[in-house]
C-alpha cells in the first residue's frame, strides 16, 4: 500500500474521502482536523482547536478554516470547499491532485498550469497552524488569496449568526488580529510575505456538516468571515499563513516551519503511524502530563488514561512521561477514587475501576524498569490510601464485602467502563460483583504485597496477606461455573449474569490471576467464538436478544448499542496477552494477526490512527472518534507482547 496517500481519484470522489479524516495535535492540547479534502464534515473540525482555561477549561473553534483562491490574468479559481444545503461550493477537491500525510498534511492543486502544494503543521507547543504555500509550476504572474472562516464557540456548540460578534480588527506586522466575543484570546493572522489586507466582514450561513446529521445532532453553522488577505507568489516561492493566539514574526515563520518539520517523525509504516498516533494524546501544562482519551471530542478521563498508559509510553520506551504522568495524576486522588472525567475539584469520581487501572499501569511501569527502588516510598502512600477505600468503603456504595469482594454501584449511576446511560438510566448497570472489577483488586492487592515485601514493610503485609486467598476462593464460587464453562459478567444478592461479555478476559491476561490454566483455555475459547472479531472484542455475544449490531442513529441509538454488541479494540490487548500467557510461543501467529489487522485502518475513518470503536456486525465499519487512546495503546502493547514472546528462550 502507499502509506497515507490518496490519488485524484480518490480525492474527487465525495462518499470516499469525506469519509476519511486527519487529525494533528500538539502537546499544548489543541488540534487541527479535517477531512482530507478540508471540506468539514464534523462541528469539530477545524485549523486551530484550543484549549482555553481562562474561559471554560474547554477546547474551542478558533479558527474553523481557510479557503484559499488561485488567481491568474484576473480569473479567480476557489480551492476551497464547503457544504450547503443541497450543494459544495466552492468546489476546490476537483483541483486536487494528489494528498499525502508523511510527515504532514500536503495538498497538491492543478489549476491549469498552475500547480500549488499546500502543507499544514501545527506547531509543538503553542496554539498555532501553519501552512505553507509552494507554488511548484505556474506561467503567468499569480496571485493567492486567503479567507479565513472563524467559529470562536466550544466544539460542542455551533455558532450562528449574530449581532454580538466584533467585527472590528487590528493590525500587527504582516497581518491582523481579531477577538470575536469578550473572553476569548486574540487570533493572530499573519502572513510570511507582505500581503494587502481587505476587511469584508460577512457571515456564511448554514455551512453543513453531515457527519453530525447522522449522529442526530444539529449541524447547520453560520461561519464569519473577516476579509481576506492577497498576496503575489512566483514560481519556486513558498508562502507561509500562520494563526495563533499570539503574535509572532513575520520574518521568522519559514524558520519555525522548517524546524516543525524536522521534529516529525515520518509516518511512512504502519510501526511509524502508530509511533506518531501514540504522541498525540499527551497534553503538557507547566509540569504536569495528562493524557486526551481521544480526539476529536474526548477530554481527560481517569480510567483511559491508566489503561492507554502502559502502551502509548511504556510500549515505546518513554519511560519518562509514564512517570510523569502517574506523577500527575496521584495528586487527583479523593477518597481512593480517580476522577472518571476531567480534573480538579468540578471532576466526578464516578469510576470505579480507575485506581485499579492505576495500580495495573504502575504495575506495568515497576516490571518495565525492571526495579522496585523508591516505588513504595514514591506511591506507596497512594497504593495504600486505594486499597484503604475500597477495604472500608467509599462512595457509589464501593465497598468490600465480607468475602473480600468489592461491591458496587448505586441506582441512576454506571461505574464500570460500560457507562453508557439513557434518560439517567444505565444501559448495563452491572450493580453488584463485576467480573473485571475483583480481577483487579486480587491483581492490585497480590501487587501492593509484592511491593511492600521488596520494601520490608512487614507491617502492611500483616495487615494484607490473608485476604488474596479469600478472594481467590470467593472469586471462582461467585463467578465460575462449571456448567457454562466461563466466568458470570456480574453477580448480585439475588445470583449472576450470565450474558456472554468480554469484562471475563481480564481474568486470563492480569500480571496476577486467579484462574487454573483449563479455566482460562475455557474462558478464552467461549470469547473466540462469540466475541472475537478482527478489529476487537465484541460487547456482548450475537446470540444474546438484545445485541445490536451497528452502531449508528440518534444519541439514543447510539448509545443504545455502545456496550451491546458494539466492537472495541483496545479489549484485544488483554485477549491477546491472556492467550500468550497460555499457549506461549504456539499464540505469535495469533498475535501476529490481530496486530496486522489494523493496518489497513490507517487509511481509512482517522487516518493514521484507529478509532474508538467498530460495528459488532460485519464488515465492522469505524465509528465513533476516529483516534482514541486506548486503541491506539492497546494495538501498539500487542506489538510489545509479540516482540517479548518472540524473545523468550
Known amino acids: 500500500m502507499s502509506y497515507l496517500k490518496f490519488d485524484k481519484l480518490q480525492l474527487i470522489n465525495l462518499n470516499y474521502s469525506l469519509g476519511r479524516e486527519f487529525l494533528r495535535s500538539n502537546r499544548a492540547g489543541s488540534y487541527a482536523s479535517s477531512t482530507i479534502t478540508y471540506c468539514n464534515t464534523r462541528k469539530y473540525h477545524g485549523l486551530l482547536v484550543c484549549p482555553l482555561d481562562d474561559l471554560d477549561g474547554e477546547k474551542h473553534v478558533l479558527l474553523s478554516g481557510l479557503d484559499e483562491t488561485i488567481i491568474q490574468h ?13 450543494l459544495y461550493h466552492p468546489l476546490g477537491h476537483k483541483y486536487i491532485r494528489d494528498f499525502h500525510s508523511d510527515p504532514i498534511p500536503t495538498h497538491r492543486y492543478r489549476v491549469g498550469g498552475v500547480i500549488l502544494k499546500k502543507e499544514a503543521l501545527l506547531t509543538q507547543d503553542e496554539e498555532r497552524i501553519l501552512m505553507r504555500y509552494t507554488l511548484e509550476d505556474a506561467h503567468s504572474p499569480t496571485k493567492i488569496r486567503f479567507q479565513p472562516f472563524l467559529a470562536f464557540r466550544q466544539i460542542h456548540r455551533l455558532s450562528k449568526a449574530n449581532l454580538d460578534v466584533n ?9 491582523i488580529r481579531m477577538k470575536l466575543y469578550t473572553g476569548y484570546p486574540f487570533l ?3 502572513v510570511s510575505k507582505k500581503a494587502d489586507y481587505v476587511h469584508a466582514p460577512n457571515w456564511y450561513y448554514n455551512v453543513e456538516y453531515m457527519e453530525e446529521q447522522k449522529r442526530g445532532y444539529d449541524f447547520h453553522e453560520d461561519l464569519f468571515a473577516c476579509g481576506y488577505f492577497e498576496v503575489t507568489i512566483k514560481k519556486g516561492e513558498s508562502i507561509i499563513f500562520s494563526a495563533g493566539t499570539s503574535e509572532i514574526e513575520p520574518e521568522s515563520l519559514k524558520r519555525k516551519f522548517t524546524a516543525e518539520v524536522n521534529k516529525r517523525t515520518p509516518r511512512d509504516s504502519f510501526a511509524n503511524c502508530l509511533e506518531n498516533a501514540a504522541q498525540q494524546f499527551f497534553v503538557r501544562k507547566g509540569k504536569k502530563t495528562y493524557v486526551t482519551a481521544g480526539y476529536p471530542w474526548f477530554g481527560i478521563w481517569g480510567r483511559d488514561t491508566f489503561i492507554a498508559l502502559p502502551g502509548l509510553s511504556i510500549a515505546r520506551k518513554d519511560m519518562q512521561t509514564a512517570k510523569t504522568v502517574l506523577d500527575t495524576m496521584v495528586h487527583e486522588l479523593r477518597d481512593g477514587l480517580f476522577p472518571n472525567l476531567g480534573i480538579g475539584a468540578s471532576a466526578d469520581v464516578n469510576s470505579v475501576d480507575a485506581p485499579l487501572w492505576f495500580m495495573w499501569a504502575l504495575q506495568k511501569y515497576v516490571y518495565e524498569l525492571g526495579s522496585y527502588a523508591n516505588v513504595w516510598n514514591t506511591y506507596g502512600k497512594y497504593i495504600r490510601d486505594i486499597l484503604n477505600a475500597y477495604r472500608k468503603g467509599t462512595t457509589y456504595g464501593i465497598k468490600m464485602r465480607e468475602n ?6 448505586v441506582t441512576g449511576k454506571a461505574l464500570t467502563w460500560m457507562d453508557a446511560v439513557i434518560h439517567g438510566k444505565p444501559v ?12 483487579l483488586w486480587y491483581n492490585a492487592i497480590m501487587f501492593a504485597l509484592e511491593v511492600a515485601k521488596k520494601s520490608r514493610d512487614n507491617d502492611f503485609i500483616a495487615e494484607w496477606k490473608e485476604l488474596p486467598e479469600l478472594v481467590k476462593t470467593s472469586f471462582l464460587q461467585t463467578f465460575w461455573s462449571d456448567k457454562n464453562k466461563y466466568l458470570a459478567d456480574f453477580a448480585d444478592d439475588d445470583g449472576q449474569n450470565w450474558q456472554v461479555r468480554p469484562n471475563m478476559v481480564f481474568a486470563t491476561s492480569l500480571p496476577y490471576i486467579m484462574l487454573d490454566e483449563e479455566q482460562r483455555r475455557a474462558v478464552l475459547h467461549i470469547i473466540e467464538k462469540e466475541l472475537l472479531t478482527p478489529k476487537g472484542l465484541r460487547t456482548l455475544s450475537p446470540k444474546d436478544p438484545n445485541y445490536v449490531g451497528t452502531y449508528e442513529g440518534s444519541q439514543e441509538q447510539r ?8 466492537v472495541w479494540p483496545w479489549l484485544l490487548g488483554h485477549y491477546v496477552e491472556g492467550y500468550l500467557k497460555l499457549h506461549g510461543k504456539k499464540g505469535i501467529a495469533m498475535a501476529e494477526k490481530v ?4 493496518e489497513e485502518d490507517m487509511v481509512t475513518a482517522g487516518i493514521g ?12 465499519y469505524p465509528k465513533g472518534s476516529i483516534s482514541q487512546a486506548w486503541s491506539v495503546a492497546e494495538v501498539l502493547r500487542i506489538n510489545c507482547l509479540l516482540n517479548e514472546y518472540k524473545n523468550k528462550e
Open 74 to 86: 484576473e480569473q479567480e479559481f476557489h480551492i476551497g470547499s464547503h457544504k450547503y444545503p443541497g
Open 167 to 175: 467585527s472590528k480588527y487590528e493590525e500587527v506586522p504582516s497581518g
Open 188 to 190: 493572530y493572522m499573519q
Open 404 to 409: 473480600g469482594l468489592i461491591y458496587s454501584g
Open 428 to 439: 448495563t448497570p452491572r450493580i453488584g460483583y463485576d467480573v473485571e472489577i475483583n480481577a
Open 559 to 566: 448509545d443504545g448499542a455502545y456496550h451491546q454488541g458494539t
Open 595 to 598: 496486530f496486522n489487522s489494523f
Open 609 to 620: 490512527s484507529i478509532s474508538e470503536i467498530f460495528d459488532g456486525n460485519p464488515p465492522h
